[in-house]
């Protein structure tokens, strides 16, 4: 019987002992910074970017409504308005694309496919809404004072040389076209248009008994009529449109998805610190453990102790440091919410909350609370001589001015652009609120240089006010538009002047209720 030699098992060498623990140390290396990358994966900085990118964009969503509504009632010219924030609002869309991941998120690549495709409908619906707003609001405009003019017509030299019932017939037509356009252009509807036709057709069939002149003017008021029934039911229906296109309520959406992804991001990141808290310390016993077994690498064993206990107190530094950062960036954010960027001064939002405070105090103290609507005059050519860079600083000038001449206990807020808000509490007189506004027109001619060009501007001031009980009453809505109206007087006035509401109530000597 052969003896087969037994097999022999490779010995432990210390090269080979060396090589296993080489590969070992490697392998929680890497975990250990596989740990560490997951636990400062969510940065805060691209949340804070994002969510300041997605309410830029919800304001400029607001002001588009806005000036779609002023363009409706006629405040302002339709198409410049509609489309100057588009550019805007195309990039920030793109930036906050660029933040939503391609994958493991599809509530938020849809919350940002819905936005997207609501801001396309509502750009092309808006598009065709400038194009026929303003035939629209020139007939609206042209047609009262045109059957005025006729009806002059017809009361003078026309009227004589006509016979006299016809006169009192097409008299009769143009007073019932006047109305029922009116009403039309409130409700339309097809039963009123068919009324608004008949008439029409009734005052072409009187033209043969009028000179070319009257029948020109007739003609004149019989296309404006036209334009009337056929754009106010198209304009409702593009407004409707507009509405439908939900874009406020697709950008909240689009907010709260991205919420809910950063909360679950920073999340992920506190359980990989706590995964990584844990595995610093496995790796502190497993130390100790080889450094009983090895005490001939005490040494070495010590030395990584050290390392990973700097890496422990680096991180928890590096947490600290992140902690202040996120509360300054947090106080930051909620300074930016009520203030101007520009110039410092309180915005819109901050101006009504205090607004109404103030005149909740007036309301128990039965003090008076004035509002002066301050827009510049000249500022657009400032602008456009001289670009926005010398524009903002005669905005921020202003500013500076206008603020050093008020009151601690007074407000100066600024709306956007070159319009800015007055608010002054218990005042004590008509007078003293009318000093203050001419202090501000003074102050504000007072620029007359920026960044070495010279300058020329003016303001006109629109002055309301309001007292004690009835002035809460009225409310700040009411207060702002009073103020905004008596500016646009101002303005009507030939600039530079400050013109005070029909509506404004004041303190009166000797008499205990409020006075206009």
């Known amino acids: 019987m ?16 060396l090589q296993l623990a080489g590969v070992t140390v490697l392998v929680l290396a890497l975990l250990l910074a596989f740990l560490f990358v997951r636990s400062e994966a969510a940065d805060p900085e691209i949340r804070n970017d994002v969510m300041l990118g997605v309410r830029e964009l919800e304001k400029l969503d607001a002001e588009w409504d806005a000036n779609i509504l002023r363009a409706h009632i006629g405040r302002a010219p339709a198409t410049p308005q509609l489309t100057t924030g588009l550019p805007r609002m195309r990039a920030l869309l793109v930036r906050l694309g660029e933040a939503v991941p391609d994958k493991g998120n599809p509530a938020l690549r849809s919350a940002y496919a819905q936005l997207s495709d609501a801001m396309q409908r509502k750009e092309l619906i808006t598009v065709q809404f400038a194009r026929h707003n303003p035939p629209l609001r020139e007939a ?30 097409l008299d009769a037509s143009l007073n019932a076209l006047l109305t029922e356009i009116l009403r039309y252009n409130v409700i339309p509807s097809a039963p009123l248009a068919a009324r608004i036709d008949e008439i029409l057709g009734d005052v072409a069939a009187q033209q043969i008994a009028f000179s ?28 409707a449109q507009i509405a439908a296109t939900a874009t406020g309520a697709a950008l909240d959406r689009l907010g709260r998805e991205f919420d809910r992804s950063f909360d679950a991001a920073l999340a992920l990141r506190e359980r990989y610190r706590g995964y990584l808290f844990a595995y610093s310390a496995f790796l502190l016993l497993l130390l100790a453990y080889a450094g009983m077994r090895l005490r001939r690498s005490y040494r070495i064993i010590g030395e990584v102790n050290h390392r990973l206990q700097a890496a422990n107190e680096n991180l928890e530094h590096r ?16 300074r930016l919410a009520q203030h101007d960027s520009l110039t410092g001064l309180i915005n819109y939002r901050q101006l009504t909350r205090l607004l109404e405070r103030a005149l909740a105090r007036a309301d128990r103290r039965d003090t008076v609370v004035v509002i002066m609507f301050i827009d510049l005059d000249g500022f ?11 524009g903002d600083l005669v905005l921020q000038m202003v500013a500076r001015r206008v603020q050093d001449k008020l009151r601690a206990e007074d407000a100066l807020a600024r709306l956007g652009g070159d319009e800015f808000v007055i608010m002054l509490e218990e005042v004590a007189s008509r007078e003293g609120a009318l000093r203050v506004a001419q202090i501000a027109l003074d ?38 538009a009073e103020a905004d109206k008596a500016m646009y007087e101002a303005k009507n006035s030939g600039k530079g002047v400050f013109v005070v509401s029909p509506d404004a109530q004041w303190v009166v000597p000797g008499d205990g209720g409020a006075t206009g």
């Open 319 to 334: 947490v600290a440091e992140r902690t202040a950062e996120l509360e300054s960036q947090s106080k930051q954010l909620e």
């Open 212 to 239: 070319p002149a009257v029948v020109e003017k007739m003609d004149a008021i019989i296309k404006a009529s036209r334009v009337i029934l056929e754009k106010r039911p198209l304009e409702n229906r593009l407004e």
């Open 140 to 169: 609206l405009t042209y047609l009262p004072p045109a059957v005025a003019d006729l009806k002059t017509e017809l009361g003078g030299i026309e009227g004589a040389l006509a016979p006299a019932r016809l006169v009192v017939r």
């Open 380 to 390: 657009k050519a400032v602008n456009d001589t001289y670009g926005h860079a010398t």
């Open 2 to 17: 052969v003896a087969v030699p037994a097999q022999r098992v490779a010995p432990w060498t210390p090269r080979r002992r």
């Open 443 to 480: 102050e504000i001619k007072s620029v007359t240089e920026a960044d070495g060009n010279p300058i020329s501007i003016s303001a006109s001031i629109g002055i309301s006010s309001a007292r004690g009980h009835a002035g809460a009453a009225r409310g700040s809505a009411a207060l702002l």
